[in-house]
């Protein structure tokens, strides 16, 4: 068996990189692999701009002197004939080019201005303030984009800055995928014998944004086992450039795929050293024709067998053959949340969902049941865990804490769990009109009420605040307004200092807590600290 990162090694460097290149639309590149490399061939910006709206000075700038105001200058317009003379300055906007010898800008808000004057009253101010100069942003021969590197949208607006419409790209790939097994069907099973294929579809989604892929249905066992027609025909269509199947490689006698792959000479690959995913095939068929290759990756039947072995080895083939200067999947660094029970034998790519804790550390949990048909597994993970063998390792489970590799993967590999924003708690009070406020040590907003309505308006407006309800005439109010939020049956059976809901909103000296319902997990944290400033009142 063959450890992953030799085996990922051997496919990247037994792939044929393309050399064929197209020009497309630049709106159309992303995900794309460049060509060339393009740089900066002029600095941006190009003249000298404001940062900001305001004044254009030369400088030095003098507080409390008046400077007379000649002209203006806005964004795409220009303003050189302009004669600027000493203490003299031209009102500007963001974006506006400077006149010749103008250099500091002064915004708006930091200046006394008549009609024709203005008076500088915010100082000292320094040379160069509020001004864009010359290259400051890109510099001429600045790389813009690297050949070999996928263009993002940031590229594109890069690309754009300089008037590029289309961008010269490697052409896309052809991928053909098909499925195996007698057991598998397109449409609803005849009967519970039958399961419906989820690898194709699966592949099919997971590669299209690597070029053009095709559906070649579901090839039987029957079909394959007779003879090796099926193959012939993908490898004689010269403009595919990787097969992809899954199913039928591993030595039963039914595994056609790899009795007929057996006739064209040794496998790249042949299982893996690890879990899940070790019967896995690859290899690298020369057509008669032309020469040329076709790169066939033969896929476990398991679907997320099939799911890990194309992160880990079909996609870095592509990302290669399509020109791809990082070929290889990217690895994060992040730490166990639970401890996790090795297997004994294999190296485990334990699917796996991530979160930052307070500390900004790249916390790694479990997604779940892990068989390699288990499926649910894949949702909601965002990581492949790269976890160690229990015998390599020496222990049968690995300790909370403990600093692993993983392999992100998928469009929302980076949407991790970032640390929660500390939202000020702010108490909103609600007192009868004339009634005092309590002294309470936190931020509060306050609101007076005079009657029913105006009681009910206000704790629905708020909500989901906060509210501290304190009344003069407790009973119908208090009803009224615990209807009208909806929350006594969220809080039904709470006990607070030893007094239920109920025993709250019927009488506890006049003073109520009132909370909607979906904060209430919230207001669990905080309800025993607001009923103490409620009877310190």
Request: charged share 20%.
């Amino acid at each position: 068996m063959l450890d992953v990162g030799e085996a990922i090694g051997r496919v990247v460097s037994n792939v044929n990189v393309a050399t064929e290149t197209e020009f497309i639309p630049l709106h159309t590149s992303v995900h794309r692999i460049a060509a060339p490399t393009y740089r900066a061939p002029s600095p941006i910006p190009s003249r000298r701009t404001s940062v900001k709206d305001g004044f254009a000075f030369k400088y030095p700038v003098r507080l409390n002197v008046v400077y007379t105001v000649v002209g203006s200058c806005f964004a795409g317009h220009g303003c050189n004939d302009l004669s600027i003379g000493e203490f003299e300055c031209v009102r500007v906007a963001t974006g506006s080019v400077l006149p010749e010898g103008m250099d500091t800008v002064v915004q708006k808000e930091e200046v006394e201005e008549t009609a024709l004057t203005l008076t500088v009253k915010i100082g000292p101010i320094k040379q160069g303030l509020d001004v864009r100069e010359i290259g400051s942003d890109i510099k001429t021969g600045t790389i813009l984009l690297k050949r070999g590197e996928t263009i993002e949208p940031a590229h594109v607006a890069l690309l754009a800055s300089y008037g590029v419409h289309e961008v010269h790209v490697f052409r896309q790939l052809k991928i053909a995928i098909l499925s195996t097994g007698d057991e598998l069907t397109l449409n609803d099973p005849s009967s519970l014998l039958h399961v419906h294929d989820t690898n194709r579809p699966m592949l099919l989604a997971s590669l299209s944004k690597f070029g053009s892929v095709m559906d070649l249905g579901l090839v039987s066992d029957a079909t394959g086992i007779k003879s090796s027609k099926w193959f012939d025909d993908i490898l004689s269509d010269t403009s595919i450039d990787i097969l992809v199947t899954s199913g039928a490689v591993s030595v039963g006698d039914r595994d056609f795929v790899r009795e007929t792959l057996k006739k064209f000479g040794d496998f790249l690959i042949d299982r893996l050293y690890m879990k899940p995913g070790k019967p896995c095939l690859v290899t690298k068929v020369t057509r008669d024709e032309d020469a040329s290759s076709l790169m066939v990756f033969g896929l476990p039947g398991n679907p997320v067998s099939a799911f890990v072995t194309c992160e880990l080895l079909v996609k870095p083939a592509l990302r290669q053959m399509a020109g791809s200067s990082h070929p290889w999947p990217s690895r994060i660094s992040c730490q166990l949340g639970h401890d996790f029970v090795l297997d004994s034998g294999r190296p485990e790519f334990h699917r796996a969902m991530i979160h930052s804790n307070e500390h900004g550390v790249l916390i790694a949990s479990s997604s779940g049941f892990q068989r390699s048909s288990a499926l649910m597994s894949m949702r909601g993970a965002q990581v492949l865990l790269e976890l160690p063998s229990g015998n390599d390792f020496g222990k049968p489970v690995i300790s909370k804490g403990t600093i692993c590799k993983a392999i992100p993967f998928g469009e929302t590999c980076f949407n991790i769990q970032s640390v929660p924003w500390k939202v000020p708690f702010v108490l909103h009070v609600v007192l009868s009109s004339g009634m005092p406020l309590p002294n309470i040590d936190m931020k509060v907003e306050l609101h007076e009420c005079s009657d029913l309505n105006r009681l009910e308006s206000i704790v629905t407006s708020i909500s989901p605040a906060v509210v501290l309800v304190l009344l003069d005439d407790t009973s119908e109010l208090c009803k009224t307004c615990t209807r009208a939020i909806g929350v006594e049956e969220a809080l039904r059976g709470i006990n607070v200092m030893g007094m239920t809901w109920e025993d709250k909103v019927y009488g506890i000296s006049s003073s109520y807590l009132l909370v909607p319902p979906f904060v209430d997990s919230y207001l669990l944290d905080k309800v025993e600290f607001l009923h103490q400033l409620i009877l310190k009142k």
